[in-house]
């Protein structure tokens, strides 16, 4: 009943060579010279051949059975070990990891397309392994040399998992609340530099104990004495789950300690762990009092990997629905294309029916553009990280600072949507667990809550990025945008749907420069118009960028010599794009411009607690 | 964690005596002539201190007990059984039940507003009661005397509940494949009339077995030898789980049978039977071949509760995110309103923060506008089943059967989506079990599968009622909310606000009127247009009700002398709908008018197929 992964690799690689031709980029870069399509196809072949073997049948047996807690200790549903254990053999976990801290230094784009194959398969899978390239980045950035020598490269290999401390029950998005504390243990004596000792309660923690591996690496916030209150007083710390980690039977156990695993909606195969830390002994990461600057780093990184989950459930959504439409019949159809070969007058496959078309085509819409955005995200930080041009680099980080907080939010809003959308494919059975579409639903929900909800992604785009710096980051998007319309529309040779959808990309531009330059203006007087619009700027963002994707991805399409389907499947659904989809951009434009005009009413606190 | 659900005793009171002004109609209708707006209201308090003590308590364990399938037999969560009896006793189950047919005969509209209360309270335990109205108008109307006298009393009562019994695997939204089958049993004398044997299995029962009643009473739709294939060919049948019914123990077991219950993504404590009848006792309801016909009678009934539970999602959805929201405080106040008295350098409670302030505002705008309109359509079946006079009585049949597809499929997507936007208040604690809020996106997806996808309501909506009577129930629709626009704008001393929004609302029914005439041309040319565009057509003209409900609302809040604050919150939430919201109307226009002009693609099956 429950469809089995299949991995995308045929899109993969239409945008890895074709949409983003990221061989030419791999040029510029010495130790990427050799890279090419083919190279990082057959990479992405073998991974999909972990993920569909290894993988993917754990997703609903992990769902059904969860995650056992009993005395302190987390044990994990039944092949989680095993299958963690051939990750970590098949060097996956280092994929992208640079070099010179240990990894295979392979471009974040191909890891990028991992993760989606990954979280596809098995979300909850995937949270654990999820945060080892950002703390190995966090770590070889901003550890010092005694604490990575000792540390790095198991951290790197995946021989240990990691975890990120931050929350705390009354500090969530206002981490300036935090509370747990560091003070100096002068009295402990270690190779791996100062000590100090950590207290606490962090909740919310991801894989804060588990039986995938030997140890367990926490890098916590933490105060010292006498730090500044507010997000400028936090340092970070590593505190080990065992201390002597030599695997004798007599090893010593930090005071770290974890008290329980929440019951939550979905990602049941993920333990959520409350944890205490009771004196625990740790090293500080980076400078005191600058500890979640260091920690961005890895917030940075899992952020693109949580839009990716988003790309991941509507493929896994996509899949299920599409098979499930192709194989059930009722009622006859409507109309049929030209080479059905069923009895009109017998039901028909329900991907004929007009609703139905629609879904389907709803999700490919969202599915493909956004993988092309993702991936294109990737590859900017793969210029970031590596061009040999400055300039070129800083361009690189300009961008996917301003796209990663649109593509966590609007992804993941999708995804959560598009799992919705896939279960109405199936009727009544949709509600049925053994169905799987909806556990992609419960799955996917969590990805719009956390590394910052989407709210603080929307706030993070307009206020951060966009006010911030007066626009300038938007524009250099848009004119970048324009170029792909001018393309698209001013070649004499254009087919007319190619010129006149380069046409309407230069109009959404346009209205989304005339907006945002509106909102620059009265954001000026008016604090709180940012705050009240931040969401559909941000999903108005969005839908250009995916108007972006298609219009490139028919273009790409339009030029090809190929008379393969996947070529004429991506045409109309360009056309699909622009013929229907479209007027979410003009939804979300017009509610920026309501909350330019109009002001939001206070609701009172008696009518809040339903008084 | 989880709030105790609090009944808008408020709101429904403002409903029922100033936005419907039902005491006017009441007094049309001799029954009621005596019942007023104050004992309405009696009443609903009444339902409300029931619905609060003994059925929301049960809301939550029963999701974690949920239903135990052992031995053939389903036994309920704890309290279940006690609440029912104690709801059966109360004589709710009979509130609206036609007199004639030995109910209390009081007005409809009372017990959609029950039925409200009820899902909002503790979706699952409704499940088990919820046929009962719709079976007891369909065995009145369609039974025979003899069967009547029998069973009618005690299903009316609630001392026994039944099930409809429709969908097999093969056969769910497509009713022409069922299969059951019915053969006469000459060779049973019974007083009850002809009895059958019925033999089939049937999906998706809804109490196919439970421990609530000492009886449970099927109707089953089956076919009899040699009847038409397709819908013309179907009968309903009674067929009890107990023959000898005297409650002695040697009572005789009829051929039903509960072969096992469903893993469901929410209404966890509602048993979904798969159920086998095995040359089973069945008396014929109605006519033969026209079974259809009068089970008609209890889905028409199950529409407009299941519409209703998308107002009891969206109403649960608001108290619980507003009620955090005042309580959760995080990161400071951009704005404040001026009677605020906290201090502004400390974390404010999260419902002061804009994007906070919108998803309440958007939960309220369609809580409160829905619940209007949903009790609207019951007024309107209160008119139809007891005006004296004929024509007012074909007008609100009209009315009630244009409505009751848009509401069913409007209210209950708008109940998921505010579960899931309320769910987003509570951050990462939104994820959680005992916060409450994930349970309620769980339990509500269901409402938009059942009673008809919300797909096929939008195919009732706009083939069927729409074009099938050349537009004319939409003129008429469109005309009484003309009507309203008038009463808001073109009165001298109206406000300036409520004169634009009547000419708002003028414009709105103008460009509903002028693409609805635009698809009943077009769709004569073009048969799959109406398909195409007909989940965006039913959506748009949910987005006008909602207009049509605040317009009214706001009217009546200007023309109040009371200080309350009920009033002004009233008009605030008007202003913000028609500042914000009614975006989502022009979005549905845009999409239906798209495809008006554009055509939609098919993939290839080897594409949906993963090939």
């Known amino acids: 009943m429950t469809s089995s992964y299949r991995a995308p690799l045929r899109d993969m690689r239409f945008v890895i060579d074709e949409w983003l031709d990221a061989a030419t980029v791999w040029r510029n870069v010495p130790d990427w010279a050799d890279l090419d399509a083919a190279t990082a196809v057959q990479i992405l072949e073998e991974a999909a051949r972990f993920v569909t073997e290894q993988v993917a049948p754990l997703n609903s047996s992990g769902d059904l059975e969860g995650c056992r807690f009993e005395g302190g200790e987390v044990t994990m549903p039944a092949g989680f070990r095993d299958s963690y254990r051939a990750y970590v053999d098949g060097g996956w976990p280092a994929l992208a990891i640079s070099a010179d801290a240990g990894g295979q230094g392979l471009p974040q784009l191909l890891e990028v397309a991992l993760h989606e194959m990954l979280a596809a398969a098995n979300h909850a899978w995937l949270m654990s392994p999820g945060l080892t390239h950002g703390a190995s980045a966090c770590l070889h950035a901003h550890g010092a040399q005694s604490l990575k020598a000792h540390y790095l490269p198991k951290i790197v290999s995946g021989e240990w998992l990691t975890t990120m401390c931050l929350t705390e029950p009354q500090a969530g998005t206002d981490l300036g609340l935090l509370r747990a504390k560091a003070v100096p243990a002068a009295e402990v004596r270690s190779e791996l530099g100062d000590a100090y000792r950590i207290s606490g309660n962090k909740i919310f923690i ?247 909800t989407n709210q603080i992604q929307a706030i993070d785009l307009l206020v951060r990025k966009t006010i911030g710096d007066r626009g300038e980051k938007l524009r250099e998007l848009l004119a970048h945008i324009l170029d792909e319309a001018a393309a698209c529309s001013h070649k004499e040779t254009a087919p007319a749907e190619l010129t006149r959808i380069g046409h309407t990309l230069e109009q959404l531009c346009a209205s989304a420069s005339q907006i945002t330059e509106e909102l620059l203006e009265q954001s000026a007087a008016d604090k709180e118009l940012p705050y009240r619009v931040a969401d559909d700027y941000l999903a108005m963002i969005g839908w250009l960028l995916l108007a972006y994707a298609w219009a490139r991805t028919l273009r790409i399409a339009h030029a090809t010599d190929s008379a393969e389907t996947f070529y004429a499947e991506k045409r109309a659904t360009a056309r699909y794009f622009f013929d229907y989809r479209i007027a979410e951009f003009e939804r979300c434009r017009q509610l920026v411009e309501a909350g330019c005009r109009a002001s939001l009413p206070f609701l009172s606190m008696e009518t809040l607690n339903g008084n």
Chains 1, 2 share one sequence.
């Open 206 to 452: 991801t894989g804060g104990a588990h039986d995938l591996t030997d140890n367990i690496v926490h890098l916590v916030l933490a105060r010292l004495p006498e730090a500044p209150a507010g997000t400028r007083g936090l340092s970070l710390f590593l505190v080990p789950q065992w201390l002597d980690d030599s695997g004798s039977p007599q090893r010593v156990r930090n005071g770290v300690h974890c008290e329980g695993i929440e019951k939550k909606m979905g990602l049941k195969a993920s333990p959520t762990c409350t944890m205490r830390f009771g004196d625990a002994l740790g090293w500080m990461i980076g400078e005191a009092h600058r500890g979640l600057a260091a920690m961005f780093v890895m917030m940075n990184a899992a952020r693109l990997q949580v839009a990716m989950q988003g790309v991941a459930h509507a493929q896994t959504a996509w899949q299920r629905a599409s098979a499930y439409a192709a194989e059930r019949t009722q009622m006859r159809a409507i109309t049929t294309p030209a080479d059905y070969r069923g009895d009109p007058a017998q039901p028909a496959p329900i991907a004929l029916h007009p609703a139905m078309r629609r879904t389907l085509l709803d999700l490919r819409c969202v599915v493909e553009g956004e993988r092309a955005i993702g991936l294109w995200i990737g590859q900017w930080l793969d210029i970031a990280a590596h061009h040999p041009d400055e300039n070129e680099r800083a361009k690189a980080e300009r961008f996917a600072s301003l796209l990663t907080p649109v593509a966590k939010a609007f992804f993941t809003a999708n995804g959560f949507a598009a799992a919705s959308n896939a279960l109405q494919v199936f009727g009544g059975y949709g509600y049925i667990h053994e169905y799987g579409i909806e556990q992609t639903v419960r799955d996917s929900r969590v990805s719009m809550l956390y590394e910052g």
